[in-house]
């Protein structure tokens, strides 16, 4: 690792700490040839096979854009878009795979994003699982209501998603 001040081409490491979250490394290093520091992070590699076959980099932001799609008119803020996009890269990460289908992300999203909006979870599974039919989100719906969760106690927003009304 070269030097960012006078590009030396090593340094020397002075300390290794985890971060918080225990997803990356942080290493503090000196360069040996001028005498000053400079922190460096590692992180294990992580990257999404898309169904169009390419490899690329996981990144939070896409994440962030495929569930705001589904999260339009609810109210879900930049915020829990932001902290959803972090739960889901732990949760891929813990599993200790360092390579994923972007099924297998969208399966990773799901449970988050059903905590944070049950009606936002089903848009997203509709999608997501290619709902075809009424009964696909009646089933979706039913087992909402068999395993409520998520903390809000209130299924009033899942009873107004299944009693569609054609005035609506
Ligand atoms: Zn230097």
């Given at each position: 690792m070269h030097c960012p001040f006078c590009r030396h081409p090593d340094s020397r490491v002075i300390d290794s700490r985890t971060a918080d979250d225990g997803l990356s490394i942080r290493r503090r290093r000196q360069c040996p040839e001028c005498g000053r520091r400079f922190t460096t992070t590692e992180t294990a590699s992580l990257t999404v096979i898309k169904?169009?076959?390419?490899?690329e980099p996981f990144s939070r932001?896409?994440?962030?854009?495929?569930?705001?799609?589904?999260?339009?008119?609810r109210p879900v803020t930049e915020a829990d878009?932001?902290?959803?996009?972090?739960?889901v890269e732990e949760s891929v990460r813990s599993s200790g795979i360092a390579q994923f289908d972007a099924n297998e992300i969208g399966l990773a999203i799901l449970p988050h994003l059903r905590e944070l909006d049950e009606v936002a979870y089903l848009r997203f599974a509709s999608v997501y699982q290619a709902f075809?039919?009424?009964a696909d989100f009646d089933a979706a719906i039913a087992e909402l209501r068999a395993h409520p969760g998520g903390g809000s106690d209130s299924d009033a927003s899942d009873s107004r998603a299944d009693a569609r009304t054609p005035e609506e």
């Open positions: 169904r169009s076959g390419v490899v932001e896409k994440v962030m854009s495929g569930v705001r799609k589904a999260c339009q008119g878009l932001a902290v959803l996009a972090q739960q075809e039919s009424l």
